[in-house]
């Protein structure tokens, strides 16, 4: 940010340091090998590979250089002479500006990165203490509660303290240049979503471009054509593996879908899997609606200092502890729009949970000719609920000024968030070479992509049941009215598609009869 609040980044980021030992043997004099024993799981790296730190009289900032082509294959981070101290064996500490220092480290990843076409996760675990566990690895043990939970929550709050004190003066209101670009779009039903502006997208999180622009982005129409395409028999090639899960994908996409048309035991409520241009529209009025209780903090944004994907997959935690990792490039979000990420994944990740067979765990048992959760799914669904209720109620009381009606505005990021990583998944298949020949395709058991949808697509329907919504405090009773129509028109379609069905079943049964007759 180039201002005088170093103090308050360093409760966010309090050390840079590396794990090392002195280098023996030929290496440069002065010069620190970094213990690579916390990467040695990583493919990329193995026990061949060194990361080495020099000094240098020829350089006058941070760079690195990558070598794989010699034999003993290393990572050399070169720094100016006299611009560091040793604290300690372990640690090093850069003397220079920190921005000017942290910007040189990215630079010169981006570069390597760009050229080599190599991802740095710059040693994650390592942040994570001598066992890390993710948030979602403690929701797989079903122990993501008591003091693990609370610490999680307690902390995630006070970062987003320190990212509203981060956030300078200007860039906190726009609020009135949001709600002039709406009224833009309700009075011109022809506009483009391409023209959007930047504020008003990023002011939703992002969630307008990438979900409902005409020509790239999109997500929503993708998810609808693909739909389509898995309901006519034939128009994709599917393996034996992924017939099933396609059909059912198919299946509640249709128009007038019902829970209950896929999902076993689950309510003859409409799938809210088809949301059109006036979803987007919908969030954004109620993201900047002027009701006399609406949050002042939720009309404001913050800089999120890359924390655009703040799930409890992308940090540690323990009972003291939060470690955030996975930054991206920093935005000003609404800190409703910011905390979409946070809330979803606490049931996107279910879908995620690595299996040695399947890749994830797979999270329907088949039952005829529907699906059910297994057994372990059921234990570990409430527990999600619970935690997640938590979360969202000490994020209404102690960050959005205890404005419950914002409830309702956080569950349809939610939602939408669900869809969109629905779509994700769909596309991932089709790039890896879902519905075409696999003759000459390597890839094999992507229709494990499949699966991964139709849990995202499940839990999207799940949150928004009558059930959900009393068990979550959703007061919306307005909005509870409208989705109460909509599902009493698609319960009478279904209804008359049946009869329809029965109907047409009698008269070929009578005109057996006859035949034989």
Known sequence: KRINRWDHLRSLVEKFNVTSSVCKGQARRGSILINTSALQSL????????????????????????????????LAVVLPKDCHESIDPKTVLLKNDPHEDLDNIAQELIRIMEDRLLKFTLAQKTIGGETPRTGNQWLYSGQLHGDVLENLISQFIRVIEHLQELTLAEEV????????????????????????????????????????HEEKGDRIRFLQEM???????????????????AKMIGRLLADHAIMSDVFLD?????????????????????????????????????WDCGLADAGIHNLFVTETDLFLFDLGEPELQSL?????????????????EEDEETGWVRRFDVVGDKLALTK??????????????????????????????????????????????????????????????????HQRGIEKWLWRALWDIHIACDINTQESWARLGVDAPQMRARMSLLEGTASINKLRESVSLFSSSLKEISERASIRT
């Not at 726009?174 to 502006?197: A, F, H, T």
């Not at 409703?336 to 995620?352: C, V």
């Not at 939408?416 to 075409?436: N, P, R, V």
């Open 227 to 245: 739909g389509k395409k898995f309901r006519v028999f034939g128009l994709l090639v599917l393996t034996p593996e992924e017939e099933l899960p």
């Open 43 to 74: 493919r990329s790296l193995n026990n061949e590979m060194s990361i080495r730190m020099y000094e240098s009289d020829a350089c006058d900032k941070f760079a690195l250089q990558l070598d794989t082509e010699s034999e003993k294959r290393s």
């Open 173 to 212: 209101d726009v609020v009135d240049q949001v709600r002039e670009e709406l009224n833009r779009y309700e009075c011109d039903p022809d506009r483009k979503i391409s023209e959007i502006s930047n504020t008003t997208n990023t002011f939703v999180g992002n969630a307008i471009r990438k979900n409902f």
């Open 266 to 302: 689950s309510p003859c409520e409409d799938a809210p899997l088809n949301p059109g241009e006036q979803f987007w529209k919908n969030i954004l009025r109620r993201a900047v609606t002027t009701r006399e209780s609406m949050s002042p903090s939720a009309l404001e944004r913050i």
């Open 336 to 352: 409703p729009g910011f905390l979409t990420k946070f809330l979803f994944s606490f049931f996107h990740t279910l879908g995620m």
């Open 376 to 441: 372990q799914t059921k234990e570990l669904l409430p527990k999600a609920y619970d935690a997640f209720q938590v979360c969202l109620d000490r994020l209404i009381e102690e960050v959005l000024d205890g404005d419950k009606i914002l409830r309702w505005l956080l569950l349809q990021y939610v939602t939408l968030q669900l869809l969109s990583d629905t779509a994700f998944c769909l596309q991932k298949w089709a790039i890896k070479g879902g519905g075409q020949d696999r003759e000459h395709n």
